[in-house]
């Protein structure tokens, strides 16, 4: 039924975000954090996010991915640069 698949699919995208965020907090920030300093990091997270919400709110009919992209990048944002910086 649909109620299985709107589970399933949310269920997938926060699978997803947490993936995402496990792999920048092992990964990616460890390795930033040696060449930039935190402060200067804290400056792009709400860029990035910014970035993808103009580009959401420019989309005449926005999809639900784009919709997603946006949510996504704002909770990888959150799970992983936020506890980490």
């Known amino acids: 039924s649909d109620d299985n698949v709107r589970a399933a699919w949310v269920g997938n995208f926060y699978a997803l975000i947490n993936i995402i965020t496990m792999g920048i907090q092992f990964a990616v920030l460890p390795?930033?954090?040696?060449?930039?300093e935190p402060k200067a990091l804290w400056r792009f997270v709400p860029l990035i996010?910014?970035?993808f919400t103009t580009f959401q709110a420019?989309?005449?009919?926005?999809s639900l991915y784009i919709v997603s992209a946006s949510l996504l990048v704002m909770k990888v944002m959150e799970y992983s640069a936020r506890r980490m910086l």
């Open 31 to 36: 390795l930033l954090m040696q060449v930039i």
């Open 49 to 51: 996010s910014l970035l």
């Open 58 to 62: 420019f989309q005449e009919n926005p």
